[in-house]
């Protein structure tokens, strides 16, 4: 069955937003981090953030999207989402949400290997 399944993809203008959400069923909202990942066209799948813990106060934040890029979480709705504000055209990419618990350390979650769980993903075409 699904668990992790992300919508809110699009076309949009360089400096514009858009909001992705990763609705979670089944274990995947139970994991201790809910991360986010993108990979542009011929380009390998990289960290973009992630959210530690059920509160959703430790985020962190890949350097090429800090301070432009937000998560947070909605428990009630069992959703993460990934705010994307001043958008750029490098930032086209099919972008993927992720659950996972095998991490010792918050610098764990920054690789794909410490998730479990993911999504199809959606894509984000920025256009300059």
């Known amino acids: 069955q699904v668990q992790l399944e992300e919508s809110g993809g699009g076309l949009v203008q360089a400096g514009g937003s858009l909001r992705l959400s990763c609705a979670a069923s089944g274990r995947a909202f139970s994991s201790v981090a809910m991360g986010w990942f993108r990979r542009a066209p011929g380009k390998e799948r990289e960290f973009v953030g992630v959210?530690?813990?059920?509160?959703?106060?430790?985020?962190y934040y890949a350097d090429s999207v800090k301070g432009r890029f937000t998560i947070s979480r909605d428990n009630a709705k069992n959703t993460v989402y990934l705010q994307m504000n001043s958008l750029k055209p490098e930032d086209t990419a099919v972008y993927y949400c992720?659950?996972?618990?095998?991490?010792?350390?918050?610098?764990?979650?920054?690789?794909?290997?410490?998730?479990?769980?993911w999504g199809q993903g959606t894509t984000v075409t920025v256009s300059s």
């Open positions: 992720a659950g996972g618990s095998r991490g010792n350390y918050y610098s764990a979650y920054f690789n794909r290997g410490a998730y479990d769980y």
């Open positions: 959210t530690i813990g059920w509160s959703g106060d430790s985020t």
